[in-house]
């Protein structure tokens, strides 16, 4: 069964940081684009940032970029996002997803074609 676990998200103070983890199981990430998408209460779905199957090629949403950084580690099947100077408009539900080809030129904007979705991990920023 393939699929995809986030974890590390938690309660953290406007300014903290924080590492979200996610690992597949059932499959290999070696061939696969990996996304973060979140969702804020109330509001739409937002790819975050992606990262090629190699970890080459990454790429960010304006709303995080110098702030977040991914990264993968594919011989432990794991993609990191690491969250730096977060804010309070941080605060969302963060999903990983799979692409299953090398890089996916529209990401993170466009995360339709994502075929593999994890549950999902909360990220609360709050003093």
């Known amino acids: 069964q393939l699929q995809l676990v986030e974890s590390g998200g938690g309660l953290v103070q406007p300014g903290g940081s924080l590492r979200l983890s996610c690992a597949a199981s059932g499959f290999t990430l070696d061939y696969y684009t990996i996304g973060w998408v979140r969702q804020a209460p109330g509001k739409e779905r937002e790819g975050v940032s992606c990262i090629s199957n190699s970890g080459g090629v990454t790429n960010y949403a304006d709303s995080v970029k110098g702030r977040f950084t991914i990264s993968r580690d594919n011989r432990k099947k794991t993609v990191y996002l690491q969250m730096n100077s977060l804010k309070p408009e941080d605060t969302a539900v963060y999903y990983c997803?799979?692409?299953?080809?090398?890089?996916?030129?529209?990401?993170?904007?466009?995360?339709?074609?994502?075929?593999?979705w994890g549950q999902g991990t909360q990220v609360t920023v709050s003093s």
């Open positions: 997803a799979a692409y299953p080809k090398t890089w996916y030129n529209l990401c993170p904007a466009t995360f339709s074609s994502y075929n593999y």
